[in-house]
């Protein structure tokens, strides 16, 4: 069973930075497609952020130039730097693992979060003006 497990997450002032973490396990295969979602209140989950085994990373054009996406292989551990934080950047962070037989199908950070099938439970991020 794939498990997920987010960390890193507080609260910020405005132009700080934050480092996300999401340790992996159960997954046991060398090619894999995830990716960091938000989610702020009221509001639906969004992408943030993607990644494949293959090192290809696609951004949300409101993160672009700000956020890093990056996976540790040999920590099995995923990580979003965030740095310039805006108010706006406010909202629970999730990261999320594509289910192996749909890797390859088409390139990582073109499949919606409907198609992802692991995901952990979460972690707060809090950016003040």
């Known amino acids: 069973q794939v498990q997920l497990v987010e960390s890193g997450g507080g609260s910020v002032q405005a132009g700080g930075s934050l480092r996300l973490s999401c340790t992996a396990s159960g997954y046991t295969y060398s090619t894999y497609c995830m990716g960091w979602f938000h989610q702020a209140p009221g509001k639906e989950r969004e992408g943030v952020a993607s990644?494949?085994?293959?090192?290809?990373?696609t951004y949300a054009d409101s993160v672009k130039g700000r956020f890093t996406i990056s996976h540790d292989n040999a920590k099995n551990t995923l990580y979003l730097q965030m740095n310039s934080l805006k108010p706006e950047d406010t909202a629970m962070y999730y990261c999320?693992?594509?289910?192996?037989?749909?890797?390859?199908?088409?390139?990582?950070?073109?499949?919606?979060?409907?198609?992802?099938?692991?995901w952990g439970q979460g972690t707060q991020v809090t950016i003040s003006s």
């Open positions: 990644i494949d085994s293959n090192g290809s990373t």
């Open positions: 999320a693992m594509l289910h192996r037989s749909w890797i390859g199908a088409r390139p990582c950070g073109t499949f919606s979060r409907g198609y992802f099938t692991y």
